[in-house]
């Protein structure tokens, strides 16, 4: 069939629809929702035989649902309605929620049922319950009324809330007056419900050191106590505050825009309220061996067992600023002199790595400086990886990866994948020629010609695919704690394995052959010198998307490549 996906963003959960229809020999198309007559001329110009919403903020024009089938995802069970239904599923604590595909019609969310799916929800922020727990169980959903629709059997359900398999309600938007935190008489669960429920979008919106800022993410402490609302320590940029019964980590704060003020954007607490509005606070840290046994809040965790170390870590939004590389070259370095043979790298749940941290090079004095430490610091952090030939590291993806952040991943020796993972293998939607090292990593894997059809298309790659191609070696099924364990088996299998010796003796014998035939030193020198071009040529794209992208600008229209 010809799908045509209408989206308010090509986000993560519209390109995994995209790579699993794709997969399954559907020819695709992506039209941005920015604004009717676009939608209009987009639906005209590729003539689909069904039309599939799922991620959409606004409402199809009726003209549109008139003439061609249109298929709605919402995050919800059947009979929930309102656009604020993951909000209220995680403020509530519902345990069980659902994903269901319905039919447009003129009242939203309100049409027949054409699939739902339920889900256990888990504790964790909304955006990362919606890359996972979410995303599978729509992507189920969406492949069952795809396959309905085709069929040309299936009726679907009028919404009717009369029958006993009808949960959902109609439930408002929920506005800062639901979220607001009353921090001396808020215990900490209330809080995290809160703080999680805003995550990543909007935000709680609260006051901090007499001005307004909504709060990003929420980690409980397991330690730290203090006057309830009173901030009790930093670490690595996250401020740690008191609550009625305990403490929260707050990882990310925005600004509260000021009337006629420039847009406001997320950052690290500690560089939104300012180091020396701090100096009052200490700075706690945490080992990565001691934060993995403890409830507490970490970017980077270590842990071994039956001889495999596991260096875990986890950035807001998959983005590694140049002080987060530099952490966790230092861990990598500690945790590669261990006496383990097996290392495994990567988050126990969502994001890999998405690369540099465009929003804290945008807050930077000089940009472009910023821009140039972040590079360097994540080519120290890839370089680790490529010369570690006494250990057999493997990246394990439990999330997506893009960009830079992928190309981290090839630097290992192999690449595990979980099976809903999407790879973003490219550069240039961001006017840059990337680094990482990979001219040397992603041809090694898929060879020249793929490679540069991957880095050309800028298309987003299933794990499918991603095996057919030679860029990821295993598949792991099932949700992130099924692919932990599953990854948790494979590299003790590999530790234990009598071939171990002959993979690492194999493993130093490539790369001093690679580097006799090219040292990495001048692979990453010829990268540097066309990242140095895109970021101080004024010609040059990178800035004014990378400020698009940090704004959250919508585009003009829809790229030409996703049209298709
Ligand atoms: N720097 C800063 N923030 C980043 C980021 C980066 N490199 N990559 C992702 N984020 C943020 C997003 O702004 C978003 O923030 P929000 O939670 O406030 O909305 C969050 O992380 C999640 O990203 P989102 O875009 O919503 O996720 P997605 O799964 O829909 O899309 C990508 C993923 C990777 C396609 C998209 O985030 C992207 O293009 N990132 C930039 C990749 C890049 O060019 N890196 C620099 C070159 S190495």
């Not at 239904?85 to 994903?99: F, M, N, R, T, Y």
């Not at 600023?321 to 590669?336: F, M, N, P």
């Not at 690679?514 to 692979?523: F, G, N, R, S, T």
Request: one cysteine or more; charged letters at 25%; aromatic letters at 8%.
């Amino acid at each position: 069939m010809r799908v045509l996906l209408i989206a308010s963003a090509f986000n993560s959960l519209t390109q995994r629809v995209h790579v699993e229809l794709r997969e399954r020999g559907h020819t695709l198309g992506v039209e941005l929702a920015l604004g009717d007559e676009a939608v209009r001329a987009g639906v005209e110009r590729f003539r689909p035989d069904l039309i599939l919403a799922p991620m959409l903020t606004r409402a199809v024009p009726e003209d549109v649902w008139q003439r061609y089938p249109v298929l709605i995802v919402h995050p919800g069970p059947k009979g929930d309605r309102g656009p604020s239904s993951l909000d209220w599923a995680i403020q509530l604590g519902a345990a069980e929620w659902g994903v269901t595909v319905l039919q447009a019609v003129a009242e939203m969310d309100a049409g027949p049922v054409w699939a739902s799916v339920p889900f256990t929800v888990r504790a964790g922020g909304k955006s990362e319950v919606y890359r996972n727990e979410v995303a599978d169980a729509a992507v189920e959903a969406v492949l069952l009324a795809v396959e309905r629709f085709a069929g040309g059997w299936y009726g679907p359900e009028p919404l009717d809330y009369s029958q006993w398999d009808v949960t959902g309600q109609l439930r408002p938007y929920h506005a800062q007056e639901f979220r607001r935190i009353d921090w001396l008489a808020d215990d900490t669960a209330t809080v995290l419900r809160k703080l999680r429920a805003a995550d990543s979008q909007p935000g709680v919106l609260d006051t901090l050191l007499g001005r307004e800022y909504f709060l990003h993410g929420g980690c409980a402490e397991d330690e730290l106590r203090g006057s309830p609302g009173e901030l009790i320590a930093t670490r690595d940029g996250a401020v740690c505050r008191a609550t009625a019964d305990g403490a929260v980590w707050i990882p990310q704060l925005r600004p509260r825009r000021e009337a006629g003020g420039p847009p406001t954007f997320k950052l690290p607490a500690v560089d939104a309220l300012g180091a020396e509005a701090l100096t009052a606070v200490p700075e706690v840290p945490v080992t990565p061996s001691v934060a993995a046994r403890r409830d507490t809040w970490s970017e980077i965790r270590y842990r071994e067992e039956q001889g495999v170390g596991y260096l875990e870590f986890t950035f807001s939004g998959g983005a590694m600023s140049t002080a987060q590389c530099r952490r966790l070259l230092a861990a990598y370095r500690a945790a590669v002199v261990r006496p383990t043979s097996v290392l495994v790298l990567g988050a126990a749940r969502d994001f890999f790595s998405n690369g540099i941290h465009l929003n804290v090079i945008e807050a930077a004095g000089d940009p472009a400086a910023e821009s140039w430490a972040n590079i360097n610091a994540m080519d120290d952090l890839v370089e680790a990886i490529l010369t570690s030939t006494d250990k057999y590291v493997v990246a394990a993806l439990a999330g997506n990866a893009a960009a830079g952040g992928l190309m981290l991943s090839l630097a290992a020796d192999e690449v595990w994948c979980r099976a809903s993972a999407v790879l973003n293998p490219h550069y240039r939607l961001m006017g840059l020629y990337g680094s990482e090292y990979w001219t040397y990593t992603l041809p090694r894997r898929v060879g020249a010609d793929q490679a540069q059809r991957l880095t050309d298309a800028a298309l987003p790659v299933g794990a499918g695919e991603a095996l057919a191609l030679g860029l990821v070696d295993r598949i792991g099924d099932g949700d992130s704690t099924t692919f932990r364990t599953w990854v948790q088996q494979q590299a003790e299998l590999i530790a234990g394995s009598g071939e171990l010796a002959t993979k690492m003796a194999t493993k130093k014998q490539r790369r001093a052959d690679d580097e006799a035939v090219k040292p990495l030193a001048a692979y990453r020198a010829e990268e540097l010198a066309r990242m140095r071009h895109n970021f101080l040529d004024p010609g040059e794209s990178y800035h004014q998307l990378r400020r698009a992208f940090v704004h959250k600008s919508c585009p003009p229209e829809t790229p030409a490549h996703l049209r298709g």
